[in-house]
């Protein structure tokens, strides 16, 4: 494995730290230290090294800036009551990584050592970890083509980093329930393009309708099939699920959904928890007629960032749907505590979920 190199931020330099961790807006402030890497098709992965957070000073010809091979994760580290630190699933996140890397034509990062350059990260900048309940360090590990060249082919050199930055919520809602918009007009991706991947091209194509529906009041876009417009798929930054008669339904993955860590945990719980959970296609119709005749009990989105969201309300074709009277409904509260329970070790981890950096 590579040796890390390590360059500490003088005390000078130290970046300010949040003064209120119950009021971070998500993803604004960094950490003082940083991970990165580079590769060369010739020299593999080389200079491993955790320095200050700065800068990263690019060639205007980076092939990232023209054609777009870049991939990312999230994952967060959760400072328990008793101060350890935890990680959930890390690994998961980094099975993910190589396989958006694959799709991408870039080179895929040992998992094990992507945790062991992360989990010295967090050593060093373990004061980072907000403390307060509900927050977390949000971990951004990232990987894009900066070779100079616009030939259209996959590049020669990258860069791969980790970033961190202390959170809170996600949505400004909190545990609120959210309003979604469904769009049947833009498509988010397509089975067979690359909407499995993490890459930044999926995000880039959703800020159009995702701007459209901030404007009509809604907080995320609800995505249907590329060909149909039919078949529910995702939500902006989270999967989805529904409690129709008592049974938990979500879209299958079928290539054009991210296959969310969360999403995975849910149908894990479901099952030891004895509910009936099925991966299935499930049209906006038969959702929109669930809420009406009120076979539809509860709509709920799951991320890294938004860990469990109760929806409440969607809009289809200009009609609003309220859901479970716009309140909490009590699986998604039942899924969020016991997750939530499990990242800050407040919960026993049956499934040897968590992580533990030992600091
Ligand atoms: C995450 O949940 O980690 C995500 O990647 C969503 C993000 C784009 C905010």
Redesign the pocket.
Known sequence: MLEISVQLVDEASKRPKPEDENNLV??TVFSDHMFVMNYAEDKGWHDARIVPYQDIVLDPAAMILHYGQGI????KAYRCADGRIHLFRPEKNCERFNRSAKRLCMPEVDPDFQIKALEQLLRIDADWIPRSKGTSL?IRPTMFATEPALGVRPAKEYIYYIITSPVGP?YPEGFNPVKIYVTDEFVRAVRGGVGEA?TVGN?AASLYAAEIAKKKGYTQVLWLDAVERKYVEEVG??NIFFRVDDELITPPLTGSILP?V?RDSVIQLAKQWGVRVKERPITIDEVIQGIKDGRLQECFGT????VISPVGELCYKDENYVINDGKVGEWSKRFYDEIVGIQYGEKDDPFGWIREVKV
């Open positions: 998500f993803g990312f994760e999230g994952l949000y996600y993490k995000y930054t989270m969310g969360t991320g890294t960032a938004a």
